[in-house]
């Protein structure tokens, strides 16, 4: 992404720009409505730098925390339309079949293997906002005792909008049934795993829940799924800081280190404030374990945020548009995801 603005290179950008603005030949002044001061080439020259600038930086960050951190995002698949088509598939036989008695007369008959293929619609969701430049809001900013670009500053304005955006709906998902990360439907709501947050549990409750985590999400998917995220609010992992037991260590150490111990090292803790009251009722937190192979849990994102080069609007202000598309995490298996709730009186 270092060298693209959106699904073109930055070169591809300045060209297209370039060629637009010649095009126009007397309409540039006439867009600008400040001559060679601060003409229209130069505002759009201005303008794809800014953008690259801004489409190089970090987009999901969550106190240094990338959105990609929690749950892999296909980017490319499906643009424009409406909705995905995902085939899932589901394993189906009896375990105890396939055992035969080799010494037995006659041919042994085998059992069969199968799967059973069924179809997952996942909705598109469409983003679009544009904002205006007009000719006196750009001389207002020049002649100001420190100058500033209102250009840069409305860029920067909408793609901090589009970020937060894109996070709300990451965890939440949208107001159309459309789920995210911390409100999946036919979720397993475990309410006796946590009895209280990591950092207030007693050391006799966080050895217990260490020793019964494994098994608790084991036989939520059968044991044929170990989780590899730990999904907290961040009130518990910042608190999570002090000292365990006699021998120095912080409970995160020993959190992490005790659960990489039992589901691999690709295991990582991760947090946000959204998990503070995410629970069934909307007043407790929320803890959420899953697995992030994209068999099991996946987002998408169709075209990812493009913002377009500026073009006259009228006879002296200019407009700037930007779109993407954008899919929460969809959960394909649902015992692959559980919840532990702490209930709250």
Known sequence: MKDKIGLLT???YKLRTQKGLSSMNGIVNNASGI???????QISSTLTQIIGGVVDSLYYELDGQKLSD????????GAYAQELLQYAVNFTGNVNDGWIEPTADGIAKDSNSSIQIGALRIKNHFWRKDYSVTNELVNMARVNAETFSIIETKERSRKKQYDLAIQQAFFFGFGDGTTGLLNQTGVTVDTTLMTATLATMTDMQFQAFLASV???YGQNTNYTVRFNRMLIPSSDYYSLGRPFGQFGLSRLEVLEDSLKRVVGNDFKIVHTTYNDKANAAGKGARYVFYNTDPD????????????MPLFPQGSLDLLSQAHAQFIPPYLKRTNSLLYADIQVV
């Open 296 to 307: 099991n849990l996946c987002a998408f994102m169709p075209v990812p945020y493009t913002p």
């Open 214 to 216: 494994g098994s608790v």
């Open 10 to 12: 930055k070169e591809d």
């Open 35 to 41: 001559g060679a001061q601060l003409g229209l080439a």
């Open 70 to 77: 929690f749950a892999r995002i296909e980017v490319g698949t």
